[in-house]
């Protein structure tokens, strides 16, 4: 690579999706850095912006096209990079959004300095982006937001085959880096004086398939690394979570009473049409291990509403499963139909007005969850890891088993576990808490 001129160039960034993509802009932005480039925020003029792009929704891609639109009204010289999944799976879309200069697919972003020399916009836009079964490697991420917490990509890809997903289309197999290469970037990490880390993945419950290594021995070697305080363990499916990971759990000083399982759906019938691998029984089953190890860890659901054929009947069999399960809290989706998957070509669409209903329905009961189990612990005294955002002159942060506090801002607590006691559920629906 190489830019001309005196004067650094400003380069910004913007992520859409997962907090995988986040880990990874975060390392992009460092090769920036590293590379004599400052870094700036996305609203702020700059020379380039990098778009790091996601496509399970329709309204991810909607997200990003206006993204670029924002860019191209407001600062028309600059030059634009779409990097990511969406620009894996729809370049030649991307490229015809007027400003585009550069299309990365998902091997080729981590190149992308490589791809730049004067930063002068192009007349017609570049596309490199590899067929999605030659993606083999494994690049390396973490995030350093805001130095309290990071993001460590543990593994990428998946081969499963969900009829609704696109993310195999968009990130290629399951692969992952050996564990003593983790456990080194998770001591870079420490060094950089984060207490947590959240282990993150498309399926990280798959790890260690190209290294005949396993997520459990994973646990194992991270749970060694000093000044790591805290792991969580980010979205893990079901039938990948054994009980040698949660008995782990339950032991472990330093791995949190957080989990998060996809379930999708608690009808059996539309789970098969989903091509998920278990039937609602084995969620349960992962659930009760979990509540009778760790009677106090939060337990967060992921479920789709709308899936193609989900008839009123299927729908209230997921709310009653839902209803009656040991959980925390639902992440509710609503069905987005993407192109070139299965359930595209399904019959029996529900109509939009049914899902939002639906969506309704189960994020009132998601709300309900979460307020009985923060008030399962008002009057406890917990560990939360303080956060640096400041929001009406009041801080936040988590507790090991992910309840979310607010207390009076205190520069001096930013980046600091501390006890304290869960005194009442705010406006917003935090936990306010007493310093111990
Ligand atoms: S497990 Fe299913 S939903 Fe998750 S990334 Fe793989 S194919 Fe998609």
Known sequence: MAISGDKKKKVAFHTLGCKLNFSETSTISRNFKNNGFEVVSFNSEADMYVINTCSVTEQADKKCRQAIKKIQNNNPDAFIAVVGCYAQLKPEEIASNLGVDLVLGTQEKFNILEHLDNLQKKETPEIYSCAIQEVDQFDSSHSEADRTRSFLKVQDGCDYSCSYCTIPLARGKSRN????????????????????????GVNIGDFGKSTNESFYDLLKALEKVEGIERIRISSIEPNLLKDEIIEFVAKSEKIQPHFHIPLQSGCNKILAKMQRRYKREVFQSRVDKIKSLIPHAFIGVDVIVGFPGETNEDFEETYKFLYNLDASFFHVFSYSERPNTKSANFEDKVPRKIITERSKKLQKLANEKQTTFYKQHIGQEEKVLFEAYKRNNNMFGFTGNYIKVEAEYDKSLVGQIKTVKLEEISESGNLIVKMR
């Open 177 to 200: 880096k050996k564990i003593d290469e983790l456990v080194n970037e998770a001591h870079k990490i420490a060094q950089s004086n984060i207490k947590e880390i959240i282990l993150t």
